[in-house]
């Protein structure tokens, strides 16, 4: 079996594509990397990479290996932490996905109780859509993630536990002219840049039919932080489910814009996704039942008056 310390040495230098850079970073010697990347070579009995003077390339045979020793390492962390959180939750490492809307409300404060349990607990979280993040699971480089799951809930290796709910809301900053308009249609918006995060495939269709245009939006972005504070200094409307602009619309941060009945009826799908047959690390496991108990805090009854 080969040695992690090569394949380590091996993702180190595709990753930095020279010699160089890769020994730095992996605390090695250019000829004592050299040496372990010819010896990984030798035992796999085939060429990974071609040298020239720019630095390497990975042949093809490199690039199976590199997808597969991404995958091994990652077995081995998962493995080390699984280890070393089994009998307490003073060590370890969680890391963790979220969509841009959960990471505005639900995971910061679920993630927040998490600290204050477990301090010495380090996290890693990394905000992406639904897709990258089930791309990141399945490659064992996150554990579990909260994300949009209406375009996963068919996929026989996802396991997905649905969270509420929330109404999907339109909102501007305070002061915007739609505001002096009363029952507006989703194409009266559209005098003004739309902004919002990468929408299901089921709700870009539902839009543009309502809409009428085949683009919707004029800004894309999945950072939802951002695209509040773009919101609040400029005419730019955006979208959001209710749980996130709650608190930003009840202190008069943002707007939200009056639809006529019927107008926008999508909801959000959040889901708490892992892999299938995969237990979850204890770190995992406390997480979980964090998010749900955020998740079930939220009062749908501030939500139902605010419709």
């Not at 004592?32 to 035992?43: C, D, G, P, T």
């Not at 009995?45 to 490199?62: M, N």
């Not at 930003?248 to 009056?258: E, F, K, M, N, Y």
Request: proline content about 5%; hydrophobic content about 45%; overall charge neutral.
């Amino acid at each position: 079996m080969n040695d992690l310390r090569q394949l380590r040495h091996f993702v180190a230098l595709a990753e930095h594509g020279h010699f160089a850079r890769a020994a730095e970073a992996v605390h090695l010697s250019q000829p004592a990397l050299s040496r372990s990347i010819q010896a990984l070579e030798s035992s796999l009995e085939c060429r990974l990479l071609d040298r020239h003077s720019r630095g390497i390339s990975l042949t093809s045979y490199g690039q199976l290996v590199l997808e597969h020793a991404k995958r091994l390492l990652a077995g081995s962390r998962a493995l080390h932490n699984a280890v070393s959180q089994l009998g307490n939750l003073e060590t370890g490492e969680l890391r963790l996905g979220s969509g841009p809307y959960p990471a505005a409300r639900l995971i910061p404060r679920a993630l927040g109780r998490l600290a204050q349990r477990y301090p010495r607990v380090r996290v890693k979280l990394s905000i992406a859509n639904w897709q990258e993040l089930r791309d990141r699971l399945l490659d064992d480089d996150i554990e579990l993630f909260v994300a949009d799951s209406r375009e996963l809930l068919a996929d026989p290796l996802l396991c997905i536990e649905a969270l509420q709910p929330h109404s999907g809301v339109l909102f501007c900053r305070p002061g915007h002219p739609l505001l002096q308009q009363s029952a507006l249609r989703l194409n009266n918006l559209l005098d003004y840049p739309l902004a919002g995060t990468q929408l299901p495939l089921v709700v870009e269709q539902k839009l543009r039919a309502l809409s009428g245009r085949e683009q919707l939006l004029s800004i894309q972005c999945d950072n939802f932080m951002l695209l509040k504070t773009l919101v609040a200094d400029s005419d730019v409307v955006s979208m959001a489910p209710w749980d996130v602009l709650a608190e930003d619309i009840q202190v008069g941060r943002l707007a939200r814009l009056p639809l006529e009945a019927g107008a926008l009826t999508e909801q959000s799908a959040y889901g708490l996704v892992s892999r299938a047959g995969h237990s979850l690390s204890p770190a995992a496991q406390a997480m979980r039942a964090e998010i749900l108990l955020e998740d079930r805090s939220f009062n749908p009854k501030a939500e139902a008056a605010a419709d």
